[in-house]
């Protein structure tokens, strides 16, 4: 991507941006990438025990919930590429998941898109697509990417949606009434 991911801290909502706050606290991993990470047993076992399970094979974590194996957990699991960055946002946890949803009904603006996908190709696999969808994805495979990639192409191209995938975690309801 031509942008640095850690400066994409927004993203796109009706033609706004909306602010991505880093969770510093909190990281995702991809669960069934955890036996390709290399770590220590007590690391593994600390992480296992620690991971909130959400949906599509993504786990939470907090940090504070590894005590020492903290540092070792985050860093075998990057060198892995099994994290996706996670964000508070508007009341939400949000988790960036390595995926771009497009939506253009326009013709001359699907070809402008079409068009801009192909000078991306080398950083950008269209997974799906049908006369006025794409689904997109970083060759990096990472979420940060793929939040970039949904804010330049709606910066530079314009297309109905573009949105990185999330995962939005949000507190439970209050169950006592007042």
Do not use: C, I
Request: aromatic fraction near 4%.
């Amino acid at each position: 991507m031509a942008k640095d991911p850690t400066t994409s801290r927004y993203y796109y909502a009706g033609g706004e941006k909306v602010a991505l706050a880093p969770a510093d606290d909190l990281f995702a991993v991809d669960e069934r990438a955890l036996s390709s990470a290399a770590m220590p047993a007590a690391v593994e076992s600390a992480l296992r025990k620690s991971v909130q399970s959400l949906s599509g094979g993504v786990g939470l974590v907090n940090r504070a919930d590894l005590g020492v194996h903290a540092n070792a957990a985050v860093q075998a699991l990057e060198a892995a590429g099994a994290t996706h960055p996670v964000y508070r946002s508007q009341g939400a946890v949000v988790v960036v998941l390595p995926e771009v949803r497009v939506e253009e009904s326009r013709g001359p603006k699907r070809k402008h898109l079409t068009d801009w996908l192909a000078s991306h190709a080398t950083e950008t696999v269209v997974t799906s697509r049908s006369e006025d969808r794409f689904v997109l994805q970083p060759k990096s495979g990472q979420g940060g990417d793929a939040l970039t990639l949904a804010n330049q192409l709606t910066e530079q191209v314009g297309p109905e949606l573009a949105q990185a995938r999330f995962l939005r975690v949000v507190p439970r309801p209050s169950t006592r009434r007042s």
